[in-house]
């Protein structure tokens, strides 16, 4: 027997996901779009706290010390695809094929993709300010220097640009959760999911739900960074950008691909 699913089977599983998710309880959903904020912050945490902590390495190797960041913040959505957390752009894709199977309709489409953009956002500022910020993780150097920077470089770039790298974004994320789900045990699940999300965020692209607890958290700590300049400059267009890059990039064309002529 196969130790993997076919493209068919992991459409159908991805879809199936999505339709489970909004059978939920109100209250239980968002509780899980609350751990799906929560567990993508610890990959962030995570990775700012090694891939900050070795400013000399980074002198001479930056390529290295982003591949370092990169390798490591996957680990958020590996918890979150293990423990059956919600996040709202691999909702993305999870939302948009059954939507385009008439499996669920365009007001709980935009319902539930909403819910989970909300309760995502206060799961990471859970840990982006009472588990990191208030604690003082980002009040000491090299790690202050380095979250602000990484920061502020995230809001001075122009519109195009961080749309351009939100479609990136999600477009490799949903191909993490769709190659977790090509396999039926724990470590290929793992390694599915590793690849693609490691080459998002070793690129540099931008990621809304992450963006969520990086920026807060710097803004928490004192980096010179304004709530409003957070909010038009990087999180409005990376949202845009993750949204094509999951339902058209990744939703609708396996669906197109796998689905559409299926019975």
Known sequence: MKNYNDPTDIAKEFANSGVYKMNLSLIKFCIIAILGGVFIAFGGLLSVMVAGGIPGLGTENPGLVKFIAGALFPVGLIIVSFTGADLFTSDCTAFSIPLLQNRIRIPAFIKFLTLSYIFNFLGAQIIA???????????????????????????????????????????????????????????????????????????????????MFFIPAAIYSGAGVAWGDFIIQ??????????????????????????????
């Not at 793992?190 to 690129?203: A, D, E, H, N, Q």
């Open 129 to 211: 300010y009472w588990f990191s910020s208030s604690i003082g993780f980002f009040d000491k150097e090299p790690w202050q220097s380095y979250l602000h920077h990484l920061a502020e470089a995230k809001v001075n770039q122009d519109f195009y640009t961080v749309f351009i790298k939100g479609i990136g974004a999600n477009w490799l994320v949903c191909l993490g959760m769709w190659m977790g789900y090509a396999s039926k045990d724990i470590i290929g699940k793992c390694i599915g999911i590793w690849i693609p999300v490691m080459l998002f965020v070793t690129l540099g692209y931008e990621h809304s739900i992450a963006n």
């Open 234 to 263: 990087n999180l409005i267009p990376a949202t845009l950008g993750n949204l094509v890059g999951g339902v058209l990039l990744v939703g609708c064309v396996y669906w197109y691909l796998y689905l559409k002529d299926s019975r």
